[in-house]
C-alpha cells in the first residue's frame, strides 16, 4: 500500500530510502541533507492528512527521521524548536546518536548565534529544564531510589544523578564516581552506561556561565611567544598540528619587515619566560576574554539591530545590509553580518550579487592587482575574499579600527565554524603581545 502527492510517492522503499540517507547524515555529518529533508520533504508529509491517518506506521518512522534530521542541524533551529526537540525527540540522539555525534558541540553551533551572554545563560538553563521533563526512556532496567521505583526515562536518571551529586557545577571526579559507586549504574550495559556518561556531561556543561571564560563557547585563536595556540573553554591548547604546520608555512612565505607587521617583535625566550606566562593563566583568560566580548554597550545595540532582521528573507536582508553600510550605521551592518553568516548566505552573497561583485572586483583591481579581481569574481565565496571583505567593510566603509574589527571578524569566524565550516578559523585571532586582535593574511 502507497500514498502518492504529485511529488512523492509514501511507501515503504521512500522510507527505507530516508532511512538509509539519515543513516549516512548521522554517520558523516552531512547537515545539508538532513536540511533539505527538515524543508523541503517533512513539508510535504505534514500537509497531506490522509496518509498520516491512512498509513500511520509509515508516518511514525517519518516523524523519526525528522527529529533526527532536526537535532543534526540543531546550530540552525529557532529557540523555541530546540527546547521543544529536548522536551521530546532529544532521547533519539542518546539512543541513535550518541557514539558518532557530539551533542554539546551541536548545541554550542546555536549558542554562539546569540550574542548577548546573559541570553545565552538563560537559553542554557531553559534546555536543562527541558530535559528534565523529558519522560523517554533511554536504558533498559528500571531505576531504585529511597526503597521506590522509577522508569528509566532522562528526567528520572537526572533527578537520579542531582540526588547522588548535588545541585552544582560537579568535577569530573564526581561524575565518575557516581557512574561508577551509584547501583543504578551498576546495572548498566557498557553501551548504556555511554547513554547516560554522555547525558551527566552534557548537562553538566549546560551549568557553566557564558559570562566567564571557562563557559565562553567561543574558541579563540591566540599568537603568544612565537607560538600559536587557542583558548577553548577556557582553557589554553596547541593547534592542530595541521594548522600548526599551515600557520608555519605561511610565517615563512613573509619577509622579515612583513612578519613584524602582522605578529610584532620577537619576544625573547628568557628561561622562566614560560612559566611566569602559565603562573598568569588566569588573569590571561580573563583579559582574553574580556577583549574578545568587547563593549557591552554595542553587544547591546547590535543585538537590537538583529532581532529586526531575523525574519528578512535572503534578498530583503542583503537589501538591508546594502543600506547600513551606505548609511555607516555600524550596529545595523554588524548584526546584517551575523544574520548573514549564520544562514550561511555571506559567501553566496558576494558571489551571486552581479552588482556587489562587479564592484568588489574594481576594489580588489585598485587595490591589489587584475590577476587577484578575475580570481574573486570566479570565486567569491572563498575564505580569503570573504575575509577580505569584511575587512574592506569594517575597517574602510565604516572606519573601525583594525583590532575592533578583526574581533568582530573573529565572532563572525566562528559561527561560522561552528556550521561545518572549521576554515574559518583562519579569520582573525588574539595577538597577546600587542593585546589586540588582528587579521590573518593570504
Not at 532529544?90 to 548565534?113: A, H, Q, R, S
Request: proline share 2%; hydrophobic share 40%.
Amino acid at each position: 500500500m502507497a500514498k502518492a502527492t504529485n511529488k512523492i510517492i509514501f511507501d515503504e522503499n521512500f522510507v527505507r530510502g530516508c532511512e538509509e540517507r539519515t543513516n549516512e547524515a548521522i554517520r558523516f555529518n552531512m547537515l545539508e541533507e538532513a536540511r533539505f529533508f527538515t524543508l523541503h520533504v517533512w513539508p510535504e508529509i505534514l500537509a497531506d492528512k490522509e496518509f498520516q491517518t491512512g498509513l500511520p506506521a509509515l508516518y511514525r518512522r517519518l516523524e523519526r527521521i525528522y527529529k533526527i534530521n532536526s537535532i543534526l542541524q540543531l546550530g540552525r533551529l529557532p529557540e523555541e524548536e530546540i527546547l521543544s526537540l529536548f522536551e521530546s525527540g532529544i532521547e533519539l540522539y542518546f539512543l541513535e546518536m550518541v557514539d558518532n555525534l557530539n551533542l554539546w558541540e551541536l548545541v554550542k553551533g546555536k549558542l554562539i548565534t546569540i550574542m548577548d551572554l546573559q541570553a545565552r545563560n538563560d537559553f542554557k538553563k531553559n534546555i536543562s529544564k527541558a530535559l528534565l521533563r523529558n519522560k523517554h526512556l533511554i536504558t533498559r532496567n528500571k531505576l531504585r531510589r529511597d526503597e521506590k521505583e522509577y522508569e528509566p526515562s532522562i528526567t528520572n536518571w537526572l533527578v537520579d544523578y542531582t540526588s547522588a551529586v548535588g545541585v552544582g557545577l560537579n568535577s569530573v571526579v564526581k561524575i565518575n564516581e557516581y557512574l561508577t559507586r551509584n547501583e543504578n549504574c551498576q546495572k548498566l550495559s557498557d553501551p548504556e552506561k555511554n547513554i547516560v556518561r554522555s547525558l551527566i556531561i552534557f548537562y553538566e556543561r549546560l551549568k557553566y556561565s557564558s559570562q566567564e571564560p571557562d563557559g565562553l563557547e567561543e574558541s579563540i585563536t591566540l599568537f603568544s611567544g612565537g607560538q600559536w595556540q587557542v583558548l577553548r573553554e577556557g582553557r589554553f591548547e596547541d593547534f592542530d598540528p595541521k594548522v600548526v604546520k599551515l600557520l608555519g608555512d605561511y610565517e615563512k612565505s613573509l619577509s622579515p619587515e612583513e612578519r613584524k607587521q602582522v605578529f610584532g617583535a620577537e619576544e625573547t625566550a628568557e628561561p622562566g619566560a614560560k612559566a611566569a606566562f602559565l603562573s598568569a593563566e588566569e588573569s590571561a583568560r580573563q583579559e582574553i576574554f574580556s577583549a574578545y566580548a568587547g563593549d557591552a554597550g554595542r553587544q547591546k545595540a547590535v543585538l537590537a539591530e538583529e532581532e529586526k532582521l531575523k525574519k528578512a528573507d535572503k534578498f530583503k536582508l542583503r537589501d538591508e545590509f546594502m543600506a547600513a553600510v551606505q548609511d555607516k550605521n555600524i550596529n545595523k551592518t554588524m548584526a546584517a553580518f551575523r544574520v548573514l553568516a549564520r544562514s550561511g548566505d555571506l559567501g553566496s552573497f558576494l558571489k551571486e550579487d552581479a552588482k556587489l561583485n562587479k564592484f568588489m572586483a574594481g576594489v580588489w583591481e585598485k587595490k591589489f592587482n587584475k590577476a587577484l579581481a578575475a580570481e574573486f569574481i570566479k570565486n567569491a565565496d572563498q575564505l580569503k575574499f570573504v575575509r577580505l571583505f569584511l575587512r574592506y567593510i569594517l575597517e574602510e566603509r565604516l572606519g573601525l579600527g583594525t583590532s575592533d574589527a578583526a574581533r568582530l571578524g573573529l565572532q563572525l569566524g566562528n559561527i561560522f565554524v561552528n556550521l561545518g565550516k572549521k576554515e574559518y578559523n583562519k579569520i582573525a585571532y588574539y595577538d597577546v603581545g600587542s593585546k589586540g586582535f588582528k587579521w590573518f593574511e593570504e
